[in-house]
């Protein structure tokens, strides 16, 4: 017993020292930062930092990534982690910005391969703002002694620090003195002075920077900065440079002016080939009030118009239709006078434009013509009509078709397109339908087919016609009278051409 206990003793003993052997062996070999980039400081090259960490031990990759952050003025830097060894490089989604303080920061949730923690976390900061640099302007528009005409001409002034609004409006005065409102851009770099009435004619203003003036660092400008324009007189009325078509693939196409606004007798010139999605462009010879373009140009027998470009002041404008003028319908663009500029000068012309809304993208599918069996035994005996013929006689015979008794029968309906449509069989389904004037036929539609066809070749002269046959039964009767083979409108094509009008083609029983 005694040697028993002696035995556990020395056990006890020595797993107890080598517990603390290996406890001093981790103390020794802590997970800790060794080394960072770019250091503390100031750096006046913000592209080319690099931020990178160095770690005394094998990083658990995960945990340090998860753990790891950078911030810029507080806000957090998003980017992507890269790995050589113990050695980890954070490279921002976008670069890193001057006049901006920096924090980085790895907290102690951070472990290596082993899962032995930081004893503590690690912080660092750097900045790329100097704390001795002063504000100045960069740059001033109106440029030094020039001349603007416009009468509320915009005031820029670049600075090369960021600054408030607050402090533009405690440090920028003109003379004479003049009201209106400071917005800020690219981080407070670009102030812009928005004028509240226009400027007085032929007279020379003083822009003054005060050198009390302080960027958002608190530090003053040191320097006072004077810049001087003169505003000059614009009497140039606007007028209309061209009006033209943009096509769907973007060409444009100059339009022909097309008869007297007052209405003189002359022949009117007709701007052909309009298609259904074109829009129209307005080129003027200066900048001119958008609203004042809208309210002065009108469509008349087309849809309305709606200006897709801003309503400020431009020198372009882009219009579209509200929705697809009808094709083959014909519309007349006025413009009348009243169109103004910046110095409310107003144009004093006006024009008209004549537009014939055939292009030949956007005919919508015709019906040319029909074709189907007198016999529906015999293919031998086939009736064709097309559009142009006038109350033809169907020879329709009650020895083929019993009166009152249902027989399996076909139509063909032959289409005219425009280049490369096609039109859907299930849209001729919905669209089609017989209508007679003394119950003379009835046609129950069963299935459209656009290929299979029971008559192999086509109707002479309609062989570049879109061909569809359509299957049923047909039942005949003793009456006579009109029979109407008739497309409702709504039919489209393939590449949106829509039939505004039923279309029918009228034959005699």
């Known amino acids: 017993m005694k040697i028993k206990f002696m035995f556990l003793t020395i056990m006890f003993l020595t797993l107890a020292l080598l517990q603390i052997v290996s406890c001093d062996i981790l103390r020794l070999s802590q997970f800790e930062v060794i080394s960072w980039t770019p250091g503390e400081g100031y750096f006046d090259e913000p592209e080319k930092i690099v931020v990178s960490l160095d770690f005394s ?39 890193l910005e001057k006049n901006t303080d920096y924090i980085l920061n790895l907290t102690t949730d951070a472990h290596d391969l082993k899962g032995l923690s930081m004893d503590e976390a690690f912080q660092r900061e750097f900045t790329t703002r100097s704390g001795n640099e002063r504000p100045a302007v960069l740059s001033c528009y109106p440029q030094m002694n020039s001349k603007t005409s416009e009468p509320r001409e915009e005031v820029q002034l670049v600075f090369s620090l960021p600054v408030s609004t607050g402090a533009l409006y405690d440090n920028v005065s003109f003379n004479p003195s003049m009201q209106g409102s400071w917005q800020l851009e690219d981080d407070g770099e670009k102030a812009i002075f928005i004028p509240a009435e226009p400027w007085k004619q032929q007279q020379k203003y003083e822009i003054r920077v005060s050198s009390s003036l302080t960027d ?70 200066k900048p001119v009030e958008g609203l004042s373009v809208k ?4 469509a008349e027998d087309a849809p309305s118009l709606i200006m897709e470009t801003s309503s400020d002041y431009s020198s372009g404008f882009i219009f579209r239709f509200e929705s697809i003028p009808s094709y083959e319908s014909r ?43 007198m016999s529906p035994d015999c293919d031998a005996e086939l009736f064709s009509v097309s559009k142009d013929s006038l109350l033809a006689n169907i020879p329709i015979m009650d020895e083929h078709y019993p009166s009152g008794e249902g027989r399996q029968s076909w139509i063909e309906l032959y289409f005219i397109t425009t280049e490369n449509a096609l039109i859907d069989p299930f849209s001729v389904m919905e669209h089609f339908r017989i209508d007679t004037s003394n119950n003379v036929i009835t046609f129950s539609s069963h299935k459209v087919k656009s290929s299979g066809f029971t008559i192999k070749e086509p ?51």
């Open 331 to 373: 519309f007349t663009l006025r413009i009348k006078k009243g169109i103004r500029d910046h110095a409310e000068n107003e144009s004093d012309d006006e024009y008209l434009y004549r537009i014939f809304t055939n292009g030949k993208y956007s005919k919508p599918p015709e019906l040319a013509g029909i074709r189907m069996p």
């Open 295 to 298: 309210n002065c140009l009108t």
């Open 216 to 285: 958002n660092n608190g530090m003053n400008a040191g320097n006072e900065f004077i810049s001087i324009f003169t505003t000059g007189i614009d009497s140039e009325k606007p007028r209309l440079i061209s009006i033209s078509r943009i096509a769907k693939d973007g060409s444009v196409s100059e339009l022909t002016p097309g008869g007297s606004f007052s209405g003189a007798a002359q022949m009117p010139v007709e701007n052909s080939g309009w298609e259904k999605e074109d829009r129209l462009s307005l080129v003027f010879s």
């Open 459 to 509: 109707q002479i002269g309609w062989e570049d016609c879109i061909r569809l046959e359509i299957t049923g039964i047909l039942v005949n009767s003793v009456n006579f009278g009109l029979v109407n083979f008739i497309i409702n409108a709504g039919l489209k094509d393939s590449l949106g051409n829509r039939n505004e009008k039923p279309q029918l083609i009228s034959v005699v029983k």
């Open 57 to 95: 031990r094998d990083p658990d990759i995960t945990s340090v990534e998860r753990n790891f952050s950078l911030t810029a003025d507080g806000n957090r830097v998003k980017g992507d982690f890269f790995w050589n060894e113990r050695k980890m490089t954070f490279v921002p989604l976008s670069p």
